[in-house]
Every structure is written in C-alpha cells, then in structure tokens.
C-alpha cells in the first residue's frame, strides 16, 4: 500500500489542524494504520493507531484527549484531528501501515509509511 499524507501547516498554540493520509490499494481494511511525529533532533514517536475498522484506538498520554484518529475505510483515508494545539506539538507527522490486528506502538513494527507532513505550532 502506498500513503500520502497532507494537511501539515503553521497554527497558533490552541489552534487546530486536521491531517489526512490517501492509502492506494483495495485492502486498506486489512491494514492497522498510525500516526508518528518526529521533532528536529529527536526520535520518531507515537501519536496515535487505529483499528481496522476504526473501533478500536490508541493515543500517546501527550495527545490524549486533544487529537482524535479516524479512519474512512469506503475512501482508504485515516486522518488525525488535532485540537488544542501546543508549540511541542511541532513536528513531521507521517501516517503508517501493518497487516494484522496489533495496535503497535513502536515505528518499527510497522511496514508502510507516507513522507510526512510538517506541523508547526507557533507561541
């Protein structure tokens, strides 16, 4: 499966932004999909996956109760709604991929990626 993600931009703390990933393909059902950020100088990290049929979710402690995953499996689109955005929320966002049913956690269980898109948030 190929990913696009897009939707990255500059916003003001306590703004929000939405992102979107594209799948290509015809079995993104089968698909565990995530969201990870990666900051200037620091490691890639978790923000958020979701079940292949979306009824099921996972959030890094830092974003919870501000960003929101869904997934629109009929489009092959997964999209983060980040609200109540911080400037430590700055990064590049890239939208990720695994067969299976394991909501993982960790970038390297995960075998497709998009090419990211870059959040900035302004104090």
């Known amino acids: 499966v190929q990913l696009q993600a897009s939707g990255g931009g500059l916003v003001q703390a306590g703004g929000s932004l939405r992102l979107s990933c594209a799948a290509s393909g015809r079995t993104f059902n089968n698909y565990i999909m995530g969201w990870f950020r990666q900051a200037p100088g620091k490691e890639r990290e978790f923000v958020a996956a979701?079940?292949?049929?979306?009824?099921?979710?996972s959030y890094a402690d830092s974003v919870k109760g501000r960003f929101t995953i869904s997934r629109d499996n009929a489009k092959n689109t997964v999209n983060l709604q980040m609200n109540s955005l911080k400037p430590e929320d700055t990064a590049v966002y890239y939208c990720?991929?695994?067969?299976?049913?394991?909501?993982?956690?960790?970038?390297?269980?995960?075998?497709?990626w998009g090419q990211g898109t870059l959040v900035t948030v302004s104090s």
């Open positions: 990720a991929g695994v067969l299976g049913s394991v909501l993982y956690v960790v970038p390297n269980k995960y075998i497709y």
């Open positions: 979701i079940g292949r049929l979306g009824g099921v979710t």
